[in-house]
């Protein structure tokens, strides 16, 4: 994919891509209408379709592409002990902290981050690093009086009140809670939960699945799902949103290779990111310091985002945690028989409770990732005229249109052939039909939306059934006989 946007800033770029998912339906503030809802989006006619787009590029890769892999679709809702087991009701807190003049909250990492971003922005590179190391130290004790010391010493200041009149640090769980049913009984009584992680969905259905499909270790499960958190300090777009999507896998290994399993799982993994055409220098991994409640070993694949590098994807290997304790909640068995013979004992591994190395990418970061690596604002310009275009240069695999199919004219049969063009095309790929305009505007217009190819049909099409293809990242065009469209096409997509 390709990237040389002129825009100058890297917050510039990023609001330009806000600004151009709005106005060209890929995303829309969620119930814009009542001034929006925070942090909540909705994705409109080309969003949605990008969307699935890389919906199904992940879930190929996954289950078609591994044998040892099927995907599963859980409810959202959960029986509530799940959260118990799992460690979410106890454990799924982030640290807080709030100004008393603003009353504004705050979740104490992003705060002190912001201040680092500052004197990295002031040139003071060591001083942030300190800071950042710190912080690190701190939240991995869980050490919220240090933590407070550190905000305090800094000087750092609430954004909104300017001043550095806090609270106390305190936790605060992220998960959404509601009701079942219509009556409301005893205090707790019927209380369900919007999944904080699709994960607990594959845990639960561990055996069903593994019997069903006589699975033998090691084999994976994986979800698309949406997943819920209350997120406190919910902004920079889809990046950090309360209602998401999540694209995780859970891989079911012997205990004792989870080191082995986890290294193969972050290549495999770093390897799906690059064979979408992103440079290498755009991604690195980033190692947990604080692991999670669940995790032996944990890191992150971060994309340099406009906003910087950010995560959007997380591999964690988590032990027997989850299936373990939901054996001792639910008291059902959730072990599996090895009858693989183990060389150092001769006999069958036999009977354990396997460990699990979880792929977790969520669904509209990598979206993001996508736009961002696609957002393209490029100077056409020459000696005679000012020209510019904004192009989304997608993958063809994953580009909402395909093909959109131009009738240089609405008269003299031209529409007639272009409509047959679409009816041969349409069953395989999205294609998008339009006559209004000059055909420079339409090409502007498809570029940015990201389609790839477009045929104009002309008079000469009527002679000797060519059409001309424009191709959208070169803007090069050629001739091509009719009955070469989908071909090419067929072929771009993979
Ligand atoms: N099951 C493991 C798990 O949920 P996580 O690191 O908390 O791990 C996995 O989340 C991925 O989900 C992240 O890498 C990120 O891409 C995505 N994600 C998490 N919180 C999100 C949010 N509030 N908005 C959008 N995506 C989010």
């Known amino acids: 994919m390709a990237n040389d946007s002129k825009t100058t800033s890297k917050a510039g770029r990023f609001q330009d891509i806000i600004s151009h998912c709005k106005e060209y339906g890929f995303?829309?503030?969620?119930?814009?209408?009542?001034?929006?809802?925070?942090?909540?989006?909705?994705?409109?006619?080309?969003?949605?379709?990008?969307?699935?787009?890389?919906?199904?590029?992940?879930?190929?890769?996954?289950?078609?592409?591994?044998?040892?892999?099927?995907?599963?679709?859980?409810?959202?809702?959960?029986?509530?002990?799940?959260?118990?087991?799992?460690?979410?009701?106890?454990?799924?807190?982030?640290?807080?902290?709030?100004?008393?003049?603003?009353?504004?909250?705050?979740?104490?990492?992003?705060?002190?981050?912001?201040y680092a971003e500052k004197l990295y922005a002031e040139n003071k590179t060591q001083e942030a690093e300190e800071v950042l190391e710190e912080m690190n130290s701190l939240l991995a004790k869980d050490d919220f009086e240090g933590l407070k010391k550190l905000i305090v010493d800094h000087k750092i200041k609430c954004p909104i009140s300017g001043t550095s009149n806090w609270t106390d640090i305190r936790q605060f769980n992220l998960m959404f809670s509601t009701q079942m049913g219509s009556v409301a009984g005893e205090e707790g009584e019927g209380i369900v939960y919007l999944r904080p992680e699709t994960a607990q969905g594959i845990f639960v259905n561990f055996l069903n699945v593994q019997k069903s499909g006589r699975m033998k270790i090691p084999f994976g499960i994986a979800q698309i799902g949406k997943a819920f958190r209350n997120e406190i300090v919910a902004r920079q777009f889809i990046f950090r949103m309360r209602e998401f999507e999540q694209m995780e896998m859970q891989f079911f290994i012997r205990p004792g290779t989870q080191k082995e399993w986890y290294e193969r799982w972050k290549e495999t993994r770093m390897n799906w990111h690059l064979s979408l055409g992103i440079a290498k220098e755009r991604?690195?991994?980033?190692?947990?310091?604080?692991?999670?409640?669940?995790?032996?070993?944990?890191?992150?694949?971060?994309?340099?985002?406009?906003?910087?590098?950010?995560?959007?994807?997380?591999?964690?290997?988590?032990?027997?945690?989850?299936?373990?304790?939901?054996?001792?909640?639910?008291?059902?068995?959730?072990?599996?028989?090895?009858?693989?013979?183990?060389?150092?004992?001769?006999?069958?591994?036999?009977?354990?409770?396997?460990?699990?190395?979880?792929?977790?990418?969520g669904l509209d970061r990598m979206f993001l990732l996508v736009m961002s690596e696609a957002y393209t604002e490029e100077d056409l310009s020459t000696a005679e005229k000012q020209d510019s275009r904004v192009v989304l240069k997608f993958p063809p695999s994953l580009a909402p249109v395909k093909l959109a199919v131009l009738p240089l004219v609405k008269k003299d049969g031209l529409p007639e052939i272009a409509r047959k063009i679409m009816d041969d095309c349409k069953a395989s790929f999205r294609c998008f039909y339009e006559e209004k305009d000059t055909i420079g505007k339409r090409y502007r217009r498809m570029d940015a939306i990201g389609t790839p190819f477009c045929v104009t049909v002309d008079q000469q099409t009527k002679e000797d059934n060519t059409v001309t293809i424009r191709y959208r990242d070169t803007m090069q065009q050629e001739r091509i006989h009719l009955n070469k469209i989908k071909e090419i096409i067929l072929q771009s997509i993979g």
């Open 27 to 114: 995303v829309f503030p969620g119930s814009e209408i009542y001034d929006g809802l925070q942090a909540v989006y909705d994705y409109g006619q080309w969003g949605s379709e990008l969307k699935k787009n890389i919906k199904d590029h992940w879930w190929k890769s996954m289950t078609q592409m591994h044998e040892n892999i099927v995907g599963i679709d859980a409810a959202i809702f959960m029986h509530p002990t799940t959260w118990k087991a799992s460690g979410h009701i106890d454990n799924f807190n982030d640290p807080m902290i709030d100004n008393k003049d603003s009353k504004k909250r705050y979740r104490v990492d992003h705060l002190i981050e912001g």
């Open 283 to 361: 991604y690195r991994f980033h190692n947990h310091v604080k692991l999670a409640h669940y995790a032996d070993a944990a890191c992150d694949i971060e994309y340099e985002f406009p906003i910087g590098f950010k995560e959007v994807e997380g591999i964690h290997s988590r032990t027997d945690f989850d299936l373990k304790n939901h054996q001792e909640y639910s008291k059902k068995k959730m072990q599996y028989f090895d009858n693989d013979i183990d060389p150092a004992t001769g006999k069958p591994y036999g009977n354990y409770i396997p460990y699990v190395i979880e792929t977790s990418i």
